[in-house]
């Protein structure tokens, strides 16, 4: 039984042609999302079409900071999801390690095998958050907690699928862009048309680097299907996560065609000001950092999370 607080949703798109990306086979993948609304985090299950592998993005394991308790309803649904289709499972992609929710990979890799990546920068963000958090001497900033570190325009497969590692950081330094055939998996750099960008506050965050970034992703052709990883639905509209290059170019409100670098920049410090820190982020990077792994046990047998005081 799928539990209420997770909404499976297929956008599975018929096309009359799909554009092709450089490299691909011109098939389209097949993509279900799952939508959380603790966190507003859509996770994604990326199928090869008439086919038996598949890939999970952005996973989330849901975590009640009043009483520290984590709990996996969400990703049972996802494994519920992939036994039922047969699927295999080849990776369990993060597009960064977010400071919203703690990820559930460690766990569907115990339940489903596959690979736990990452972009090759997450070792940027473990050096800032290792000091930040002042976390074990065991603890290494060399990337070793997952199994697979992309480099900018590393390629991959999922079953027959092509697909390649696009590095665009600006909300941190090592931010990944997923690009499957005609569509692509973005992380936070870019959000639906009416809520613009990422923020570009957080440590290693840099708004002209987004800028850059998201120019790449909307260099891409112009049907390719962009797939977000949050949505709020501003002004009470319907949760949305899914729009095209086209779209974005258009209607972006933070970075359609025309504007500028500096009116980016601009724009996206004026917003950051405005924004407190996500309710989660204490937990969520100390443990996204160590691939969703907990801190080491202490004598008790319990692992601790650390709150910085005047820090963050």
Known sequence: MLDANVIPLAWITEHDGPDVLEGGTGMTPDVTAFFHDETCTITYVITEPNGDHCAIVDPVLDYDPVSGRTTTTAADVLIEFVRKRGLALDWILETHAHADHLTAAPY???ELGGLIAIGARITDVQTTFKTIFNLEDAFVDDGSQFDRLFADG??????????????TPGHTPACV???????????DTIFMPDMGSARTDFPGGDAAALYHSIRRILSLPPQTRLFM???YGPDGRAFAWESTVA?????????HDGVSEDEFVR???ERNDALGLPRLIVPSVQVNIRAGRFPPAEDNGVSYLKIPLNAL
Do not use: P, W
């Open 267 to 269: 724009i996206r410090n």
């Open 177 to 187: 862009t997923y690009v499957f055939e005609d569509a692509a998996f973005v992380g």
């Open 247 to 255: 779209e974005e170019r258009a209607d972006n409100i933070h970075v």
């Open 108 to 110: 569907l890799q115990k």
């Open 229 to 231: 990883c949050h949505d």
């Open 154 to 167: 590393e390629e991959f497969e999922v079953g027959r699928l092509k697909a390649k590692a696009r590095h």
